[in-house]
């Protein structure tokens, strides 16, 4: 397993960027998959952005064009780039590591305002 810890949350006004910060307690090297999923007051987590051992990347349609996954395995980190945010992307964002199980963080708060 792998402890993650997010950070980079915020309030932002709409047409704004944050970027998200998920520091792994050890070495990246080899997890196979990482990425964020979301969770808006009363819906579903959803998979926001995933990105494998051999950098292919995989976006949810509504944040396509918008936001950008990338890992650093050096820094043991996986950053979630967002840009153009809309009030629809208010959410807390919750990092994963795909190891032997799938650990989560803690989530981090965005908020975007209208």
């Known amino acids: 397993q792998v402890q993650l810890v997010e950070s980079g949350g915020g309030l932002v006004q709409a047409g704004g960027s944050l970027r998200l910060s998920c520091a792994a307690s050890?070495?990246?090297?080899?997890?196979?998959?990482m990425g964020w999923y979301r969770q808006a007051p009363g819906k579903q987590r959803e998979l926001v952005a995933s990105i494998t051992i051999g950098g292919i990347t995989n976006y949810v349609d509504s944040v396509k064009g918008r936001f950008t996954i990338s890992r650093d395995n050096a820094k043991n980190t996986v950053w979630l780039q967002m840009n153009s945010l809309k009030p629809e992307d208010t959410a807390v964002y919750y990092c994963?590591?795909?190891?032997?199980?799938?650990?989560w963080g803690q989530g981090t708060q965005v908020t975007v305002s209208s």
């Open positions: 050890r070495s990246i090297f080899s997890i196979k998959a």
């Open positions: 994963f590591a795909d190891v032997l199980a799938r650990s």
